[in-house]
């Protein structure tokens, strides 16, 4: 049933989700316009042959508006002067693109409609989809120039979603940097348009690519909320447009402004998803059906737990030998650690960041006798084995360079900017592509790895790809998904390969990769008060069960800041828990502790990986806060109190989303000060008059934190 035919009206179709509806139409005047009629709570599907679709606007006098935000694909031409989600240029410098309908194609989850501009022989295709549960819709479009002549594209967005009028808007998103990704960000949506991209040809530090947007009423459980996700790795620009009238629209798709899309004859072009949803359960409901989608629908390995995993990155930096890397092996498979990752340093000349990159084999000193040897002592430890890598970059000093200085993104006569040293593969190129499956295949199987981190650490500069002409342009789509298919066929030929996404720390974390990733590493920035921020902006979106946490040494490596272990601990075990210190340079008593927190993570991972996320109080880092994972019965709760006085705070902590009627009883944490284990309430109590924790009472030291686990017992 999700997408059907409404009843009684030609060319409708209502896309019926768990608890949504949304009813569009192909409307054939003498503009065809694909018009969305509704988007929000489910509509009884009987009555909808019986309702009246009013157009959302007024006609008659020239200079009111017609109804271009309505659209689902608004073209740029005719009478629409709002954000176009296409936008061409055809032969003899022709634009205003003219599409007629052609016919629809339906299926069961599926719609695709048809439309042509017959001068031009450009067929435009509009996909919607529902996936089974839950509420998300899938949109994207498919363009096939089937014309005489090549026609440019200079903007083709999966589509524009178009939300009710409110006498105010509001928005919901992420910013950020290096070090401070998915920094959360909710302000007025102002009259005119808002738009938030990416031009570095990945998905970026600076913004990621979602969007929600409540009419100012909405709370963290309560509330309307419309939200738009791109599912894409790349450039992308999501523009939420809100008219005068009232209305918002919201146009997502890959690019940005100045690359265009060159299509000759007989070329196709399809555009990535873009994702909405529909919730009246506020932030929070928004948040949980984003996450139940990632592990239904995009998530390869979702049942799956993630290993307690060890990175060898802030303990060595460059500094990679054999001996130092057995030696941190045999102390974190005594933590409990299940995953021994070597990080970069391992290969070519790579003794630095100056050097290296592309020469894909053991570094002769460090590992004489090859990467086996220290990999076969880490699985004697009773841990799986991981490794670094950074396909898609090269340092000018390499050999792989050295041979192919045209496998590079660059312009002839222009300079090469190198970042970090280094310069980017282009992975559009089929050349480049079967190199890099070429190596990493025999890598991962030699070597019997199970996890790659598959690193990215510059911007796009240059990005030119020569021999190709006018078609250019192209590789910000191309090395996209040149990397996607890579990425692809290494997991086909390795079925037990996991792969962690990294862009110099958070910089590829989209719906896009994690249909081939595992996990993400969240952000270089491993300052447990800093990195709160950084997990509650992430988990906006993204399931904890992708987000890599780990705990660092007591100074932080970047802030220098000063964290007691257990807090850090308690904020790692906030998703997917990771050890990335010095460990020969921790205490007999850290380590102690340390074992204890890892063995208490493996208690509650997967309720933390797989279970329901509420958010449950406060800010972050910052103030008293809490985020709350239910599974089934299982519930698990990690409180934080960063500052030691805070007046302000009750010291009661309501938890969220339980059976009201139910008992709960406390079944552990991390044997911390808690509330003591057989500890009673029901369901309503902890929801209504909240728990008193150690952790949140007002006055106490710094930097208190506590693990609760609690169990429904009856209902
Ligand atoms: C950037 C990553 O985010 C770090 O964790 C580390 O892998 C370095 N690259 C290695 O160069």
């Not at 947007?213 to 709370?219: L, P, S």
């Not at 396909?391 to 312009?411: F, G």
């Not at 992975?427 to 499956?437: E, G, H, I, L, S």
């Not at 693990?707 to 009856?714: G, W």
């Amino acid at each position: 049933m999700p997408v059907l035919q409404v009843p009684g009206r030609p060319n409708t179709w209502a896309a019926v989700t768990e608890t949504t509806t949304y009813l569009l139409s192909v409307e054939e005047g003498e503009e065809v316009k694909v018009v969305q009629w509704y988007w929000g709570p489910r509509l009884p599907v009987a009555a909808l042959a019986e309702v009246t679709l009013q157009p959302a606007r007024y006609h008659g006098t020239s200079f009111l508006d017609p109804d271009d935000i309505d659209e689902l694909l608004p073209v740029d031409g005719g009478r629409r002067w709002g954000v176009p989600s296409l936008q061409a240029t055809f032969e003899g410098g022709v634009r205003s693109v003219e599409l007629a309908f052609e016919r629809a194609v339906e299926s069961d989850d599926e719609l695709e409609l048809v439309l042509r501009d017959a001068a031009h022989g450009l067929r435009v295709s509009l996909h919607l989809r529902c996936p089974e549960g839950g509420d998300v819709i899938e949109r994207w479009v498919s363009v096939a120039n089937e014309g005489a002549a090549a026609v440019r594209l200079h903007r083709l967005d999966s589509g524009s979603w178009v939300l009710p009028a409110r006498p105010r808007h509001r928005y919901t998103g992420v910013y950020g940097g290096w070090a401070q990704e998915t920094q959360l960000q909710r302000a007025e949506l102002p009259v005119g348009e808002t738009t938030f991209t990416s031009r570095t040809g990945t998905t970026s530090h600076k913004a990621n690519p979602w969007i929600m947007v409540d009419a100012g009423d909405a709370t963290e459980e309560t509330g309307e909320v419309w939200t738009v996700a791109l599912a894409w790795s790349g450039s992308w620009r999501l523009t939420a447009q809100r008219r005068p009238e009232g209305d918002v629209a919201i146009s997502a798709g890959f690019g940005h402004e100045g690359p265009s899309w060159y299509l000759t004859p007989g070329d196709t072009l399809e555009t990535p998803p873009a994702l909405g949803l529909h919730t009246t359960g506020g932030y929070g409901t928004a948040s949980r059906s984003w996450h139940e989608y990632a592990r239904r629908h995009v998530l390869p390995h979702p049942g799956e737990l993630r290993p307690v995993l060890y990175n060898s990155w802030e303990a060595t930096w460059f500094e990679v030998t054999e001996a130092g890397q057995l030696d941190l092996a045999r102390r974190a498979a005594d933590l409990g650690v299940e995953l021994f990752v070597v990080d970069d340093g391992w290969f070519g000349e790579r003794t630095d960041d100056t050097r290296g990159l592309g020469d894909w084999w053991p570094n002769p000193d460090r590992f004489p006798q090859g990467l086996n040897g220290l990999f076969d002592a880490v699985r004697g430890l009773g841990m799986q084995a991981g490794l670094w890598v950074e396909p898609e970059m090269v340092n000018p000093d390499s050999d792989l360079y050295r041979k192919n200085p045209d496998w590079v993104l660059h312009y002839p006569g222009r300079r090469r900017d190198t970042m970090r040293n280094q310069l980017v593969l282009n992975f559009a190129r089929d050349d480049v592509r079967a190199w890099a499956v070429g190596w990493l295949d025999p890598l991962v199987r030699d070597h019997g790895l199970v996890y790659l981190k598959w690193d990215m650490n510059r911007s796009f500069t240059q990005a030119g790809w020569p021999g190709e002409g006018e078609r250019g342009d192209l590789l910000w789509i191309k090395h996209t998904r040149g990397v996607y298919a890579v990425m692809d066929e290494l997991r086909r030929r390795n079925p037990g390969l996991r792969i962690e996404s990294c862009s110099g720390g958070g910089g590829r974390v989209d719906l896009g990769i994690l249909r081939r990733t595992d996990q993400v590493w969240t952000s270089d920035n491993t300052d447990a008060r800093d990195r709160q921020a950084i997990q509650q902006g992430y988990s906006y979106l993204y399931p904890a069960g992708a987000m890599s946490c780990w705990v660092t040494d007591r100074a932080n490596a970047i802030t220098g800041r000063v964290v007691p272990l257990r807090y850090r601990f308690h904020v790692a075990m906030a998703g997917t828990l990771g050890i990335g210190g010095d460990l020969p340079e921790w205490t007999a008593e850290e380590l102690a502790e340390a074992r204890e927190l890892v063995a208490a993570y493996k208690e509650v991972r997967h309720v933390v990986q797989h279970g329901r996320l509420h958010r449950l109080a406060g800010t972050p880092g910052v103030t008293a806060s809490a985020v709350q994972y239910t599974l089934g019965a299982e519930v698990v709760v990690l409180a934080y109190h960063p500052y030691g006085y805070n007046g302000s705070v009750s010291g009661r902590l309501r938890l969220a989303g339980l059976d009201p009627d139910a008992v709960y009883e406390v079944v552990g944490g991390d044997g911390g000060p808690a509330v003591p284990e057989g500890s009673r309430w029901h369901g309503r109590t902890l929801m209504s008059h909240g728990l008193a924790l150690p952790t949140w009472a007002p006055a106490g030291p710094d930097y208190r934190s506590e693990l609760l686990a609690l169990r429904r017992m009856t209902s």
